[in-house]
């Protein structure tokens, strides 16, 4: 009966859901102000003037961005993203990275932060890594010998499936046609100190 029951009203579950999720950007667009989006945000809130957007139940806008960025062409202002892009594919982050250019508006600025994968293999090759800092997911470091170094940056028990350096960062960046790509420093208005000692911050325009 359960089965039955939910399969009528799932549909119509969804749309509502996916009206009011229309209903809402179309407030924001209405408002004619500076839109700021945080994609893949994790479980929190948008502070600051920025939405937040990932599939979990306290952000801003539940939405899986598999599917895109659910706003119009050139209608955001600024885009921000922390430690997601290694959780997507090569050919998933390009799809990814061409919804950011499309919804961001002329000149729009994109921020973006990622583990810096060169630190394990640095360590690898050349020293050792404190567990304690550098290996705070428990659960993807086996701890077996020193290649568990990098195991660990490039699956992390399954949630990783690309590794970025600098250079790549900033290769994929400009091959992906966004403009005056550069490394930026760490920013404590959006950016997270305790992931600031493995990670890699860039930005750029549309």
């Known amino acids: 009966m359960r089965a039955i029951i939910n399969r009528i009203f799932s549909p119509i ?7 009011k999720l229309k209903d809402y950007i179309g ?39 598999r599917k895109g960025i659910p706003f119009p062409d050139e ?27 499309r919804v961001l508006v002329p000149g729009g600025n ?17 020293s050792t890594l404190d567990s304690n800092v550098f290996f705070g997911y428990k659960p993807a470091y086996n701890n077996t010998t020193k290649i ?10 399954g949630h990783h499936k690309y590794m970025f350096d600098e250079e790549n960062l900033i290769h994929i960046l400009k091959s992906s046609n966004f403009q005056n790509v550069r490394l930026r420093k760490f920013d404590s208005n959006i950016d997270l100190i305790e992931r ?11």
């Not at 990622?114 to 293999?121: D, E, G, K, S, T």
């Open 13 to 19: 579950i969804g749309f509502i859901k996916h009206q």
């Open 27 to 65: 407030r924001l667009i209405r408002e004619n102000k500076p839109i700021f989006i945080e994609v893949g945000a994790g479980n929190k809130k948008g502070k600051n003037g920025w939405i937040t957007i990932d599939t979990t139940k306290n952000c801003d806008i539940y939405w899986d961005l």
């Open 75 to 101: 209608s955001i202002s600024k885009l921000y993203s922390s430690h997601f892009l290694e959780h997507l594919s090569f050919t998933e982050a390009q799809v990814f990275l061409r919804e950011c250019l």
């Open 110 to 126: 994109f921020s973006i932060c990622v583990p810096n994968a060169r630190i394990y293999i640095d360590a690898y090759l050349n």
């Open 148 to 157: 568990d170094y990098v195991n660990f940056i490039a699956y992390m028990n």
């Open 196 to 206: 600031d000692f493995e990670s890699i911050y860039a930005e750029a325009e549309k």
